[in-house]
């Protein structure tokens, strides 16, 4: 006998089952090519906040989440300013003290006297003394190399080392009775007098002459900063080693950066307690200075600042600070923060602009400046202005 079937009983279920294995195979291919595509348009990049960089075309409008994956980061928003910018470098420098100044023992006896590190000596205040003897500090830029005495003629006895010795004498307080003129570079006998003065009050025999060793002449007051001499040792050579009381940063600067510092410029000195106080360059060297044999370090130029306010750095000797100088300016820059940046795949660098509404686009920029020590660049680019808000990593 034979058995008819119809349509209904027998070739439907047998066409249903192919097409819904079709239909997987063809959603797995679907989705394999969509990953594949996700996977060629996101490069990985630690420095995204969200742990990527897009690779698609810019200015396309997307709803940006932090993933809940392994590369998600915390983030928060900075407004794009307009302002002046700096372009700042960061250098290492040393706090401490101006000037090295060796003093010398010129005469002859004993050391029988000898101040403390660290000691502070002004003009007028006693040095050392050899054979009980005070030899004391007067100011002046010319080193005492003779005995200074009172002549036949006051014309006799002149030069830079009498001007500045009754110069020092007047500012001390002597000579006012015997009216000496605090700019004559002669030694009259209104010089003798002030010595004499000077010799009263320090306890020593009235000569009205200074014999060579019994003053020392420096620009400035003296900070003692180590003794070579010792106690009951010939007065002769080097006694003591002295810095002036005057603060001052010290800057090894590239040599390259020499022609971008310039004299009176303002700086900013970061102490080592973290506090910020501002510096002036007093001074840029000219010459030079070669890296030791080996090194791969660059030549380098002798800086040095004085901090505006001596007060805020203490009195720490030889510590080590840092110092951003300018370089370059920029005015009415368009400025983010230098961590908005976003390096895309493609080459370039890009910034994640937030709308009001929470939408995110990235938009191309071109850098201009840096400000290391603020941390900011100065962006330009289609479609950004002051006031927006950039994603950045949340600190």
Known sequence: ????????????????????????????AALLVLAILVGAAAVVDHTHPYGISLAHPLGVRHHAKPSSGGNS?????????????????????????????TIAAQGHGTITWLPAVGRVIRQGQVLYRAD????????????????LAEGAEASDVTGADVAQLNRDLVALG????????????????????????????????????????QVVFLPTAARVTSVSATLGAPAGGPVLKASSTTRQVVLNLD?????????????????PNGRATPGRVTSVGTVATAPASGSSSASTVEVDITPTDTAATGTLDKAS???AITTDTARNALVVPVNALLALAGGGYAVEVVAADGVHRLVAVQLGLFDDAEGLVQVSGA???????????AS
């Open 1 to 28: 006998m034979i058995t008819q079937t119809t349509d209904t009983d027998t070739q439907t279920p047998a066409r249903r089952r192919p097409t819904r294995g079709r239909r997987r195979r063809r959603l797995a």
């Open 73 to 101: 980061a915390a983030t928060a928003t900075a407004t794009v300013a307009r302002r002046s910018l700096a372009a700042r470098t960061s250098v290492d420098g040393t706090l401490g003290y101006a000037g090295d100044y």
């Open 132 to 147: 009980g003897q005070p030899v004391i500090l007067l100011y002046g830029s010319v080193p005492a190399y003779r005995t």
């Open 174 to 213: 002597y000579g006012s009775d015997a009216g000496l003129d605090p700019s004559s570079d002669e030694f009259g006998w209104a010089t003798k007098a002030a010595i004499k003065e000077l010799q009263d009050d320090l306890g020593v025999e009235q000569t009205g002459k200074l014999e060579l060793g």
């Open 255 to 271: 040599a390259n950066l020499q022609s971008q510092v310039t004299v009176g410029e303002t700086v900013t000195i970061t102490l």
């Open 321 to 323: 600070v840092q110092v």
């Open 383 to 393: 479609g950004l202005a002051a006031g927006q808000r950039v994603v950045v990593p």
